[in-house]
């Protein structure tokens, strides 16, 4: 006998109504703040950060891995830290960046307008 693994929404919604009644108070508060109908009991979790990646398959470590490789000289410690608090925030949530990252973009092309080096 074969079980399948999808249940129904009634047997969602059966489940997550067990859970909340078997929840202590102290949880049950933080759901109904939430709203009921916006928790979700079968959320997948968050895969590690070690794990996550950015659009081009890379994770945060080797971004920075192969930006400081990409370097003629290695900066300083206080430089690395920035690069990697950066790369962090990039494959954690890519629009928290977006607007650094097009910020950086523009200024790169007003100065090339101006004839400076950024």
């Not at 003629?72 to 950066?86: I, R, W």
Request: charged share 35%.
């Amino acid at each position: 006998m074969v079980m399948e693994d999808k249940l129904t929404f009634t047997q969602m919604e059966e489940q997550k109504r067990v859970i909340y009644e078997k929840m202590n108070p102290r949880r049950r508060k933080f759901v109904d703040r939430m709203g009921y109908d916006k928790w979700d009991p079968f959320a997948k979790p968050f895969d590690p950060i070690d794990i996550r990646t950015d659009a081009t398959g890379h994770t945060a470590h080797e971004l920075t891995r192969l930006f400081m490789k990409s370097m003629e000289a290695q900066p300083n410690d206080e430089y690395l830290e920035a690069v990697n608090e950066f790369n962090v925030m990039l494959v954690m949530n890519f629009e928290k960046v977006r607007p650094l990252y097009e910020y950086c973009l523009w200024y790169q092309k007003l100065c090339r307008e101006r004839g400076v080096e950024p």
